[in-house]
């Protein structure tokens, strides 16, 4: 068994695409229209993909109860500093270093309130 993919409902597909893609360096995997929802996905390296779902209806401004989305980056300092200045992203915890897991990791804001865990793996 996989995890495949993560879902969320979104009332901006293109602020998320601009997010994820532009953002944070994730790929356009697929997208189609299906009961008058279109479904767009993002991936990375993995195989598992995040999929917004919309449909023109205006959604809750609160994010589902998704506690986090995780996503592997390789420069946690500018990867925060661009999201900040270019999307409005509002920094919730970090960066930090985490020495136990050798890593560095750090908590924003995505459009539409939903939380990003970045996380940096750290050279030997």
Not at 41 to 59: L, M, P
Not at 83 to 90: C, D, K, P, T
Request: hydrophobic content about 35%; charged content about 35%; glycine content about 8%.
């Amino acid at each position: 068994m996989d995890v495949l993919h993560t879902a969320i409902w979104v009332d901006d597909i293109e602020a998320q695409l601009e997010f994820y893609c532009d953002g944070l360096g994730l790929e356009r995997t697929r997208e189609f229209d299906l009961d008058g929802v279109t479904n767009t996905y993002v991936a990375g390296e993995s195989d598992a993909e995040i999929q917004f779902k919309h449909d023109g209806t205006e959604r809750d401004p609160k994010p589902a109860q998704i506690d986090h989305l995780a996503v592997g980056i390789d420069d946690i300092d500018g990867t925060v500093d661009d999201l900040v200045e270019h999307y409005g992203s509002e920094v919730v915890e970090g960066p930090r270093t985490v020495d136990e897991k050798d890593i560095r990791l750090a908590f924003v804001t995505a459009p539409e309130g939903y939380v990003v865990e970045l996380i940096e793996t750290l050279e030997d």
